[in-house]
């Protein structure tokens, strides 16, 4: 599947200061390569207007079983079961868009990415964090014993925990298909559209309906 983005460049400065820089220009890191990062209708979430909703509180109380916990990337007790498990989620829900030898580079292997997130060892999500923002990325889970909604309470529990801490933003990917439309629920959202953050939401659901 080809992925939307504008521009690519490669990160050779990893600084955090350098980092958010290249996200505030609507950069994300991809999995491409070590540095490697692409320009993209990125969506992030300004913590600082965010709010929990009824909806997102129906949510954590679904989930209020599920403990969450980060480990640093490179993570040293992996096993055959996590890549199993993304790859038995992807191949479901995005056709097969990782390969059980994709994730275990990027779990096991210094990337772009330095903390996995693990919600009572059924979800697991790779991220990039600093203390001034976080890119909650590639998120996978057991599809069979995991609660209703559990995407969303991994989601949430870590856009919470993210404001918990004092940073500015999360990042939450990008607006591609008509789908995505279930990053807009949370308050404080921004999405980038070549030129800029705007918080046009209507204007947004109008072009991936449209498909562009």
Same mark, same amino acid.
């Given at each position: 599947?080809?992925?939307?983005?504008? /521009? &690519?460049?490669?990160? =050779?400065?990893?600084?955090?200061?350098?980092?958010?820089?290249?996200?505030?220009? *609507? +950069?994300?890191?991809?999995?491409?390569?070590?540095?490697?990062?692409?320009?993209?209708?990125?969506?992030?979430?300004?913590?600082?207007?965010?709010?929990?909703?009824?909806?997102?509180?129906?949510?954590?109380?679904?989930?209020?079983?599920?403990?969450?916990?980060?480990?640093?990337?490179?993570?040293?007790?992996?096993?055959?079961?996590?890549?199993?498990?993304?790859?038995?989620?992807?191949?479901?829900?995005?056709?097969?868009?990782?390969?059980?030898?994709?994730? /275990? &580079?990027?779990?096991? =292997?210094?990337?772009?990415?330095?903390?996995?997130?693990?919600?009572?060892?059924? *979800? +697991?999500?790779?991220?990039?964090?600093?203390?001034?923002?976080?890119?909650?990325?590639?998120?996978?889970?057991?599809?069979?014993?995991?609660?209703?909604?559990?995407?969303?309470?991994?989601?949430?529990?870590?856009?919470?925990?993210?404001?918990?801490?004092?940073?500015?933003?999360?990042?939450?990917?990008?607006?591609?298909?008509?789908?995505?439309?279930?990053?807009?629920?949370?308050?404080?959202?921004?999405?980038?559209?070549?030129?800029?953050?705007?918080?046009?939401? &209507?204007?947004?659901?109008?072009?991936?309906?449209?498909?562009?």
């Amino acid at each position: 599947m080809e992925y939307l983005h504008w /521009k &690519e460049e490669r990160m =050779t400065d990893d600084s955090a200061e350098s980092i958010c820089r290249m996200y505030d220009n *609507g +950069f994300v890191f991809t999995r491409l390569d070590k540095g490697m990062m692409h320009q993209t209708r990125s969506v992030r979430i300004d913590l600082s207007k965010f709010e929990i909703s009824s909806e997102n509180r129906r949510i954590m109380r679904k989930g209020e079983e599920i403990m969450m916990d980060k480990h640093t990337i490179p993570f040293m007790k992996y096993d055959w079961n996590i890549g199993k498990l993304a790859k038995d989620f992807y191949d479901k829900k995005a056709g097969g868009a990782f390969s059980a030898n994709k994730i /275990k &580079e990027l779990i096991t =292997t210094p990337h772009n990415f330095n903390n996995l997130f693990s919600f009572s060892n059924l *979800g +697991f999500a790779i991220c990039y964090e600093n203390s001034h923002m976080l890119h909650y990325c590639y998120p996978f889970y057991d599809l069979e014993k995991s609660v209703k909604d559990m995407g969303l309470i991994m989601m949430t529990k870590s856009i919470a925990k993210a404001q918990m801490e004092g940073k500015k933003y999360v990042y939450v990917g990008s607006l591609q298909r008509p789908t995505d439309t279930y990053k807009l629920q949370f308050s404080g959202i921004e999405w980038f559209d070549e030129k800029g953050w705007s918080d046009d939401i &209507e204007k947004v659901k109008i072009i991936l309906n449209e498909g562009k």
